[in-house]
């Protein structure tokens, strides 16, 4: 069972990346997926999650500019960032949540975590 995220990378503030999250060892279609984000010495921050059918849900400091989306027959979820601001930058985490799976909630488990990629925007 495993999470790995990708597509990090270094933009200039305005820019756009779109990261990736490939499941492997489970059935992507039953599971919630969430995205999170963490600058070091500060709190990991929900950003968006992908429920199984597909809604949405998103923090008020990205939405507008983070969209989720996924494909199950490529086991990929797709978060695509555009008009990337400095405070953007942190190391994006994807995760789910092997108890409560399908539905989307930030006070979940999240009990499987990918490695991470890492964002930075600056000029």
């Known amino acids: 069972v495993q999470l790995q995220a990708s597509g990090g990378g270094l933009v200039q503030p305005g820019g756009s990346l779109r990261l990736s999250c490939v499941a492997s060892?489970?059935?992507?279609?039953?599971?919630?997926i969430g995205w999170f984000r963490q600058v070091p010495g500060k709190e990991r921050e929900g950003i968006s999650c992908?429920?199984?059918?597909?809604?949405?849900d998103y923090a008020d400091s990205v939405k507008g500019r983070f969209t989720v989306s996924r494909d199950n027959a490529k086991k990929t979820v797709y978060l695509d960032l555009i008009n990337l601001k400095p405070e953007d930058t942190a190391v994006y985490y994807c995760?789910?949540?092997?108890?409560?799976?399908?539905?989307?909630?930030?006070?979940?488990?999240?009990?499987?975590w990918g490695q991470g990629t890492l964002v930075t925007v600056s000029s």
């Open positions: 995760a789910t949540d092997f108890y409560d799976y399908a539905n989307c909630g930030w006070d979940k488990r999240w009990d499987t």
């Open positions: 992908i429920s199984d059918s597909g809604s949405t």
């Open positions: 060892g489970f059935t992507l279609d039953y599971y919630a």
